[in-house]
Each structure stands twice: as structure tokens, then as C-alpha cells.
């Protein structure tokens, strides 16, 4: 397996204040990839890394639906389900991933208000998995919902929720304005609140005392 730093395209790093493994240094979120497929092993791998996240009960309310760039027509589907301005970059990707939370916990039909948080972790651990692959995740709020819902029969208990691109970042130089203007975005700097508008203690806004001497 690739660590971030063997790969060629691992010019972008975060710089952070405390030292941190260098996984969390080198993911991004990328405008530019390679327009090329994804080998099944890293996929399967990614899928695996998120299927071990924590969550609430062990419920594990999220499920993905993917499309391989391959698989042409299924990849097209998916790409009209994004929204238009995601739409031209989303299609180099090498696969694309929709996104869905069970509302209620299976076994007592009860609200699982913290759904939407094990989602997020999990497409955490397949975003730091695709970084340790070489690859990387960028993760979309521009859905069309309505038609996620129609065209893949989404149950009504599960709401679609988000998209995923994965792949491997463009190295080549841009070619277009278009693009030219992505790479502006994915070689710009990355930048964080600090810790003490973060982190707070004895009430809300009030940076805790750990917070204020960080940085």
C-alpha cells in the first residue's frame, strides 16, 4: 500500500499547528482528477475503512450507492444526479458515491437523531483510507435529492443525503480557464479556525483555557 508521501502528487499539504499523522496533513479535497478508473482492491478498501466506523448502537445507518467511471452508463446516471455546477469536474472521477441514513434505529423504530453524524464519520474513514491509497475524496452537498430518490428507489425510511468523488488527483497542467481556476482552488491555501473559536468551557464562545494557549 502507497503512503501520502509516495505519491507524485503530493504537493498539497496542510500545514497544522500541532503535529498530527500524516494522513490528516495530505487529504484535500480535489477539483482536478485524473480521468481514470479506480483499482477494486482501493475501492473495496476505502468501502472497508468506513464500514468500521463508530456509530451509535452499532446501528451503522449509512449506506453508499456507487458508480465505477467504467461503468459508463451507470457513471452518467449518477453524474445527472449532482448538481449542474459539480457536474463537469465530478466527471474525471474515477468513481462517485451517493449517500443515504437510516432515520430511525431497526430494532425499535425510534428517531436516530445522530444519524447524519455516523455518516460523516464513516465517509471520514473512507477519505483518510483513499488518502493512504494515493487517492483522494471530494465530498459533495450539491445533490439534486429529489431525483436520487426516484431514480435509485430510495426507501422511505432512508433519506439520500450527499455525494462523494474518488480517484487520483490531476498532475498534468491545466488546460483551460476552467481548470485553471480548480487548480487555483486545489493548490490555494487551506485554512482552519483556531482551536479557541472551537473549543470552549464553562459556557458557549468561551474559549476553554487549552484552546488560548494553542497555535
Known amino acids: 500500500m502507497r503512503t501520502p508521501d509516495d505519491d507524485r502528487s503530493r504537493d498539497v499539504v496542510n500545514d497544522t499547528d500541532y503535529p498530527v499523522e500524516a494522513l490528516f496533513r495530505h487529504r484535500w479535497s480535489p477539483y482536478r482528477f485524473e480521468p481514470r478508473g479506480v483499482e477494486t482492491e482501493k475501492l473495496l478498501r476505502c468501502l472497508e475503512a468506513a464500514r468500521w466506523a463508530a456509530s451509535s448502537y452499532n446501528e451503522q445507518p449509512w449506506s453508499w450507492i456507487i458508480a465505477r467511471r467504467e461503468e459508463t452508463e451507470a457513471f452518467e446516471t449518477m453524474i445527472g444526479c449532482l448538481a449542474e455546477p459539480n457536474q463537469g469536474w465530478a466527471r474525471n472521477a474515477g468513481a462517485l458515491l451517493l449517500t443515504a441514513t437510516r432515520g430511525t434505529f431497526a430494532g425499535n423504530g425510534q428517531p436516530n ?3 447524519l453524524h455516523d455518516l460523516g464519520l464513516a465517509a471520514a474513514h473512507l477519505s483518510l ?3 493512504a491509497e494515493g487517492l ?3 465530498q459533495m452537498a450539491g445533490v439534486n435529492l429529489s431525483r436520487v ?4 428507489e430510495i426507501p422511505e425510511d432512508y433519506e439520500p443525503r450527499t455525494a462523494i468523488a474518488i480517484g487520483y488527483p490531476a498532475t498534468d497542467p491545466p488546460e483551460n480557464d476552467t481548470q485553471r ?5 486545489d493548490r490555494g491555501p487551506r ?3 483556531p482551536l479557541a473559536e472551537q473549543v470552549f468551557a464553562r459556557k458557549f464562545g468561551v474559549a476553554a483555557e487549552i484552546a488560548r494557549s494553542a497555535g
Open 113 to 115: 437523531r445522530v444519524a
Open 129 to 131: 483510507q483513499a488518502t
Open 136 to 138: 483522494q475524496v471530494h
Open 149 to 152: 430518490r426516484v431514480v435509485y
Open 181 to 185: 481556476e480548480f487548480e487555483k482552488r
Open 191 to 193: 485554512n482552519r479556525k
